[in-house]
């Protein structure tokens, strides 16, 4: 696609510049004030799934300059990216910086699953307490392929802000969203949505 686009010397350029087998010093600070990154994974077949996770800042924590690991929650029950994990180790991650420095950082690579009792006695210095009242069910352990830059050109700028109290919000629960099984209208959307 570089060659029939005609942006082999601009690909070039990014990947002798921007793109490492490791994080760099800049790339270590800016994981340890995110408090959000989106998640990429993929089952033996290929069949994708994308996800979000998040966190006070350095819920992710860099071990070294290859090697980064987060912690995995009770979540839905779906396990949908750890079960990926079991079949493909592969995952994409993408942190992004939408209040001040609108910069993205993008890190491949491949992960082991752990227990939260065995990556505390290789790492004793984990984060005891990084969301209150929540225990790790397991850690992700993610060693660093690659890591580059995601330009701020599109990123947009967004505020911190309080959530809003649930009594003040008049939307289903959690679970009754997105429930349909079918469009009233085949095509068309919800009037709710439209």
Same mark, same amino acid.
């Given at each position: 696609?570089?060659?029939?686009?005609?942006?082999?010397?601009?690909?070039?350029?990014?990947?002798?510049? /921007?793109?490492?087998?490791?994080?760099?010093?800049?790339?270590? %600070?800016?994981?340890?004030?995110?408090?959000?990154?989106?998640?990429?994974?993929?089952?033996?077949?290929?069949?994708?799934?994308?996800?979000?996770?998040?966190?006070?800042?350095?819920?992710?924590?860099?071990?070294?300059?290859?090697?980064?690991?987060?912690?995995?929650?009770?979540?839905?029950?779906?396990?949908?990216?750890?079960?990926?994990?079991?079949?493909?180790?592969?995952?994409?991650?993408?942190?992004?910086?939408?209040?001040?420095?609108?910069?993205?950082?993008?890190?491949?690579?491949?992960?082991?699953?752990?227990?939260?009792?065995?990556?505390?006695? %290789?790492?004793?210095?984990? &984060?005891?307490?990084?969301? &209150?009242?929540? /225990?790790? /069910?397991?850690? $992700?352990? @993610?060693?660093?392929?690659?890591?580059? @830059?995601?330009?701020?050109?599109?990123?947009?700028?967004?505020?911190?802000?309080?959530?809003?109290?649930?009594?003040?919000?008049?939307?289903?629960?959690?679970?009754?969203?997105?429930? %349909?099984? %079918? &469009? =009233?209208?085949?095509? =068309?959307?919800?009037?709710? $949505?439209?």
């Amino acid at each position: 696609m570089q060659k029939q686009f005609g942006t082999s010397d601009r690909a070039a350029d990014f990947y002798d510049r /921007q793109m490492h087998d490791f994080l760099t010093p800049s790339m270590r %600070e800016f994981i340890a004030h995110q408090t959000m990154m989106f998640l990429a994974t993929a089952d033996a077949h290929g069949s994708c799934d994308s996800t979000f996770r998040a966190g006070p800042p350095g819920f992710v924590t860099v071990l070294d300059d290859r090697t980064l690991t987060y912690p995995e929650y009770r979540g839905n029950g779906v396990l949908a990216s750890v079960g990926n994990l079991t079949e493909n180790p592969r995952l994409g991650l993408l942190f992004m910086d939408f209040t001040r420095d609108h910069i993205g950082l993008h890190i491949n690579g491949s992960a082991q699953l752990r227990t939260d009792d065995e990556q505390r006695a %290789e790492y004793p210095h984990l &984060p005891m307490d990084a969301a &209150p009242g929540r /225990q790790p /069910q397991l850690w $992700i352990h @993610v060693t660093v392929d690659e890591a580059y @830059v995601h330009c701020s050109k599109h990123i947009p700028h967004l505020e911190h802000a309080p959530r809003p109290r649930a009594s003040d919000v008049h939307r289903p629960k959690d679970a009754a969203y997105f429930t %349909e099984r %079918e &469009p =009233a209208c085949p095509g =068309a959307f919800p009037s709710s $949505i439209a």
